[in-house]
């Protein structure tokens, strides 16, 4: 039986598909705030933490898978 496939637990493809959503929806936040802010794109602490934090998980999940 795969994993994912009805036993309640998120499959591998679904799992970097919200890595992906988590980094594309924390720097879109990021853009907006820096753009109203500053005028241009700033960065803050809990954006980036955020984005490397999903590019990590990202990352490591396609070593593991490997």
């Not at 919200?18 to 700033?42: E, H, M, N, P, S």
Request: hydrophobic share 50%; aromatic share 12%.
């Amino acid at each position: 039986m795969m994993r994912g496939s009805g036993d309640g637990k998120p499959t591998v493809k679904e799992k970097r598909r919200i890595y992906i959503a988590f980094f594309i929806i924390a720097f879109a936040v990021d853009l907006v705030v820096g753009l109203v802010r500053y005028g241009t794109y700033a960065p803050t602490l809990i954006g980036l933490a955020i984005m490397i934090t999903s590019a990590l998980f990202l990352i490591y999940s396609l070593v593991r898978d490997r």
